[in-house]
């Protein structure tokens, strides 16, 4: 289940949601492996989106090469997207889902970790200790990869810290406790987990 909701037209938020080639793969069969990058640029209005289009292009790039998280995390950390980008970083998850092994890699550049719920309704924080520092920030920074297995009636929840600043009419902010809240009441599979968030 795919959801995402700018707060403002020219946004910064980066997501990109690709099939990954595999020598085993028979035709007309769906991918076994699955690659899903999200985070955030710096900033807001026309440059974030430009350094936005300009990341995700190069995520799909090197996804074309290899199907490792933190060798995508490293070698975007040191490829230069765009001259004018003094002072932008992005916070960065990217994800492999292997459908077959029924288990995900994942490496993070800065982003909240994501959130496993499971089948018996708990809620807990994913790889919280593989963080590395957001892109463009340490230049020399190399990323980890983490490979957890994800069983029946799983939902791994991958989110920007976006969804965590929401305030409603009677201004109570959507924190963390209200996230994981939802989460753990909603019925089914991901896509109620996604539409009780």
């Not at 490829?79 to 490496?107: G, K, N, Q, W």
């Not at 970790?113 to 593989?130: G, N, Q, T, Y």
């Not at 959507?174 to 987990?193: H, K, M």
Request: glycine fraction near 8%.
């Amino acid at each position: 289940w795919l959801y995402q909701m700018p707060c403002i037209d020219s946004s910064g938020d980066v997501f990109v949601s690709v099939p990954l080639l595999t020598d085993v793969a028979l035709p007309g069969e769906p991918p076994n492996l699955w690659l899903v990058a999200l985070g955030d640029i710096s900033g807001k209005g026309e440059f974030a989106s430009r350094l936005k289009d300009a990341l995700e292009t190069e995520v799909i790039r090197l996804a074309g090469t290899t199907t490792d998280p933190a060798s995508i995390l490293t070698a975007l950390n040191s490829t230069e997207i765009d001259p004018a980008m003094e002072c932008a970083f992005a916070t960065l998850h990217v994800v492999v889902i292997d459908s077959d092994r029924h288990e995900l890699t994942l490496a993070n550049a800065g982003c909240v970790p994501p959130l496993l719920r499971r089948a018996d309704r708990r809620v807990e924080s994913l790889a919280e200790k593989v963080t590395g520092f957001p892109l463009w920030v340490i230049p020399e920074q190399t990323y980890e990869n983490v490979t957890l297995p994800i069983g029946p009636g799983e939902v791994v929840i991958l989110h920007s810290d976006g969804v965590t600043a929401v305030i409603d009419h009677q201004s109570h902010i959507f924190d963390l406790d209200s996230l994981r809240l939802a989460i753990a009441q909603a019925p089914g599979g991901a896509a109620s987990v996604g539409q009780s968030i």
